[in-house]
């Protein structure tokens, strides 16, 4: 900051009243024009006042009087400096204040000098000369006046000097420094610095824009002037636009434009008006600038240049309109402004119901009790996005008007935070609509009718955003176009070596679910795309199937190896509304709890991350695996798995050549019109014929999903995607194979022992003993191996640990045998392997007689075996006779208790 010299000078004059409030022109009381020196200088018995303005008569002005012709000569800066706490109690300013403050005082003085300062009993004063007077004629003047009031307030808040910007008025008057003030016997006499008849010169002449630009905000707050507060303001649901009450109008506006009064518009936020009180002007005519109407705030302000109207405030123009009338014009200000008023108050309750009747429904969705938003990723899939603290007050802020009333006029405020979170955790939207997801292309409903028509669906609940642009001619298709459709499909996957026909139609159900997962309320299966080799396009393959049904690209995940994460990533996909979901290249076996759930139930339920809160929402996606020579881990993964085998000789799979579709990504991406209008025809097809049943084999829990997809497919003449018999499913069942292991290694053991029932110490000392001998099967090998990667190392040779696992396999069929008791030896349990061909007693050989004359079983179900069998004769060597603890129809059932069946020491079974 530079400095000129020190301008020596003629003190300019200044107006002296006895105080401020004596009448102002044109209704004067005398007032002394004395130069400023004399006026800081002099002791007055009476509170005395000075205006930092040579007046042109000896009169205090005011802003009217410039009208009147009069004007005055701007000569001095007076910046009024408070302790602002101190005010705030109504007491005098305190010691370390002013301590502060003659530090700051100093400094500035350091870099401007010549300024005169002096304390006053709320703070202190500091004055400067103009370098050159400024004649204030006109608002014009006022506000350039004003303009550089505050851009020095400005210079003086950069040494931490904040000098009070309200002064900024041309007509104000300054308390001298040696005034009597009222109900005082002495004249003020706190202390002064510099000399009061030679003032320095305020040598800023010019400033920073930056700082031009700060104080033109800071003066436009002058122009919001009060207006009276409306009683009959109501929160309405509006429209959805909004673009800033600066752009909008205000109550007096539509009031003025209801009568005609509304003139041409002078500058923005500015119309010439009829004066509703024109009848008593002397002079001019309507719409001669003289009367006009800010529009610059929620209510309008009026100001009339004539004599008669110098007088009137705001709420005289508001009583010329009837309550009617205002209610109609603020009527049309909701209809124009978009936005609802709601007046924030103690009163929570009320302003809850308020915000709550003003929430559009046209943006804001409710989403498993949640508020939501749609919004659209980087890979151009739109999702529901839960509404943060931070999101819901900036869209309240968008619709609602909140304002509070003070000193009869509107503030408007920020949305209150507990509103914010009321509104959150309120549970009840009435205003607003349920939405399950945003889709991009059309899906079925529930009655067979397409959804195409885009917006938000009341029947479905979906919102449809299409990304694909899709004739009508799929509503009722031939037989040409249903060929045409298919071999479109068809021809997209030619390059993929698939195993079979079922895994070929496999796609097409993963395709087509798209487009009913949201017409069935039943759960769908995996879809796990399997490979014999790394590179043959399983990931591709999958990713198209996707592409095409939703319309957009879905990125690919990683399958977490814990539970816990697993449910994390299915509580967000089911918060997103999320329609497909791709975990890519699983690694080791698959099949774990929280699949199981996802493939049998469409309900979820799951405590929030960071949060003690319930989650509870629809799983409405559709779940693709990709792995290479799938291994489940639990026959009821296998159950609920649609397995899509690829299968390659190619030693690089990745590098055939050959290929009649090189880009498939690129292919598809460029007819995925084509592609969505051939799957819709595939299943309107079907639809169109009456939705005929196929009378294909039943598949467990996905009946439903069934009904949508394979009928279909079958119907178009293609094979079956759902084989009871999959080898994939089969083979691949890594439980299946250690329970066989388990009846296997029990088997052997009755058979060496020759007994048809063991304990588990006699099984466990069996294996010792052979293991001892050199000559334990392979079998009791495998047995023992699959204890230890069950239970654990010790678990070998623990009983409890053994016992435990048969509780847990019990009954479980596998290839027609399974473990089962076979009840108490001196309060030892007995197991044994029972068979739905026989007793399976001595390695799994038949003998004796079966339920209903079947030859050495109990029926084909493991639940219809003997489960707890009795002991005639506890001797060694005696027979043994088991029966069913319920015998159906008096019928006995023979366990004898060698391989070939032969009794015990020459004893004859009854």
């Not at 205006?51 to 009024?80: C, I, N, W």
């Not at 010019?206 to 109501?234: C, D, G, M, N, Q």
């Not at 609602?400 to 003070?406: E, H, S």
């Not at 999959?726 to 007994?755: F, M, N, P, Y």
């Amino acid at each position: 900051m530079t400095s000129l010299p020190k301008k020596n000078g003629s003190q300019p004059s200044v107006l002296v009243v006895a105080h401020n409030r004596i009448p102002a022109h044109p209704k004067p009381s005398h007032a002394d024009i004395v130069a400023l020196g004399v006026g800081l200088r002099a002791v007055y018995a009476t509170d005395a006042h000075f205006s930092p303005y040579e007046p042109s008569v000896p009169y205090r002005l005011k802003t009217e009087s410039l009208r009147q012709g009069e004007h005055a000569t701007m000569s001095a800066l007076v910046f009024d400096l408070d302790d602002a706490k101190s005010k705030r109690a109504k007491q005098a300013a305190s010691m370390l204040w002013r301590t502060e403050t003659s530090t700051k005082v100093g400094q500035v003085l350091s870099v401007l000098p010549g300024g005169f300062f002096y304390w006053t009993r709320g703070g202190a004063r500091l004055i400067y000369r103009l370098h050159q007077p400024l004649v204030v004629r006109s608002e014009s003047d006022a506000r350039e006046w004003q303009m550089l009031y505050i851009c020095a307030c400005l210079v003086l808040r950069e040494h931490h000097l904040k000098a009070d910007m309200a002064c900024k008025d041309w007509a104000r008057l300054f308390r001298l420094p040696h005034a009597t003030r009222a109900g005082s016997a002495q004249p003020e006499s706190l202390g002064t610095h510099g000399d009061p008849e030679d003032i320095g010169v305020w040598t800023l002449t010019t400033f920073p824009s930056a700082l031009k630009a700060e104080a033109e905000t800071l003066l436009a707050k002058k122009y919001r002037k009060k207006a009276p507060r409306i009683t009959t303001v109501k929160a309405r649901r509006t429209s959805d636009t909004h673009s800033g009450y600066r752009d909008e109008h205000s109550v007096l506006y539509f009031a003025f434009q209801s009568r005609g009064w509304l003139g041409a518009r002078v500058e923005p936020s500015k119309y010439n008006v009829v004066c509703p009180f024109r009848d008593g002007h002397s002079t001019g005519v309507d719409q001669d600038n003289s009367t006009v109407l800010f529009d610059d705030n929620l209510h309008g302000t009026v100001f009339c240049s004539h004599t008669s109207c110098s007088m009137r405030q705001q709420p005289d123009f508001f009583g010329v309109f009837s309550d009617d009338e205002l209610d109609r014009a603020l009527d049309a200000k909701h209809k124009a402004s978009g936005r609802a008023l709601v007046q924030v108050g103690p009163d929570e309750y009320r302003v809850l119901e308020e915000v709550l009747s003003a929430l559009p429904s046209s943006r804001i969705y409710i989403h498993n009790r949640e508020l939501v938003l749609p919004a659209v990723g980087h890979s151009g899939s739109a999702s529901l996005r839960p509404l943060s603290e931070a999101r819901t007050r900036v869209e309240l802020s968008r619709r609602i008007y909140f304002y509070t009333v003070r000193d009869e006029a509107h503030q408007e405020v920020a949305p209150p935070v507990p509103i914010v979170r009321a509104i959150q955790t309120h549970g009840e939207w009435p205003g607003l609509d349920d939405i399950r997801a945003v889709v991009e292309v059309p899906v079925l409903r529930q009655d067979g009718s397409l959804l195409s028509v885009p917006g938000y669906d009341e029947t479905t609940k979906l919102l449809l955003l299409p990304s694909v642009n899709v004739n009508d001619n799929f509503a009722d298709p031939s037989l040409e176009e249903l060929c045409a459709a298919k071999k479109l499909l068809l021809d997209i996957i030619q390059d993929f070596p698939f195993s079979s026909e079922q895994a070929k139609s496999g796609f097409l159900a993963h395709l087509l679910t798209f487009f009913v997962q949201y017409a069935i309320t039943g759960p769908m299966p995996l879809f796990v795309y399997d490979a014999n080799a790394p590179g043959v396009g399983k990931t591709l393959l999958a990713k198209m199937a996707m592409r095409m049904g939703t319309g957009v690209d879905v990125a690919p995940q990683k399958l977490a190896s814990r539970v816990e994460e697993q449910r994390k990533v299915i509580t967000s996909l089911t918060r997103d509304g999320s329609r497909a979901v791709l975990f890519d290249n699983v690694v080791g076996s698959l099949g774990s709890s929280v699949l199981d759930i996802v493939a049998t139930t469409r309900l979820w339920k799951d405590r929030l991350l960071g949060a003690n809160t319930t989650y509870e929402g629809t799983i409405d996606f559709v779940t693709a695996v990709t792995v290479n020579n799938v291994v489940l881990r639990a026959r009821d993964t296998a159950r609920r798995v649609l397995p899509i085998r690829l299968e390659t000789l190619d030693e690089h799979p990745e590098q055939r050549a050959g290929l009649r579709i090189r880009n498939l990504s690129g292919y598809v991406r460029a007819r995925l019109d084509a592609l969505v209008w051939a799957a819709l025809c595939l299943h309107r097809r079907w639809v169109v014929a009456g939705m005929p049943d196929m009378s294909l084999p039943p598949w467990g829990s996905f009946e439903e999903w069934s009904h949508f997809v394979r009928n279909p497919i079958v119907f178009a003449g293609l094979a079956d995607p759902y084989d009871p018999n999959a080898a994939v499913v089969a083979q691949a069942d890594e439980e299946t194979e250690q329970v066989t292991a388990l009846v296997e290694g029990l088997s052997e053991a009755l058979r060496l022992e020759h007994k048809p029932r063991i304990t588990v110490h006699d099984l466990l000392r069996l294996i010792d003993r052979r293991r001892a001998m050199g000559s334990l099967p392979a079998v009791l090998a495998a047995f023992e191996a699959v204890v230890i990667q069950q239970r654990g190392p010790a678990a070998a040779r623990s009983t409890g640990a053994v016992g435990n696992l048969f509780k847990k396999y019990r009954t479980r069929p596998v290839g027609g045998r399974w473990i089962d008791t076979a009840g108490l030896v001196s309060g030892t349990m007995t197991w044994t392997v029972a068979s739905s061909g026989g007793s399976g007693g001595g390695g799994g050989s038949g003998c004796g007689r079966g339920q209903s004359g079947s030859p050495g079983g109990v029926g084909g179900h493991p639940h219809g075996a003997p489960s707890i069998p009795s002991q005639k004769d506890g001797a060694t060597g005696g027979t043994i006779l088991l029966r069913h603890p319920q015998p159906k129809l008096g019928q006995t059932m023979d366990w004898s208790g060698g391989a070939d069946c032969r009794p015990h020491h020459g004893e004859e079974v009854p």
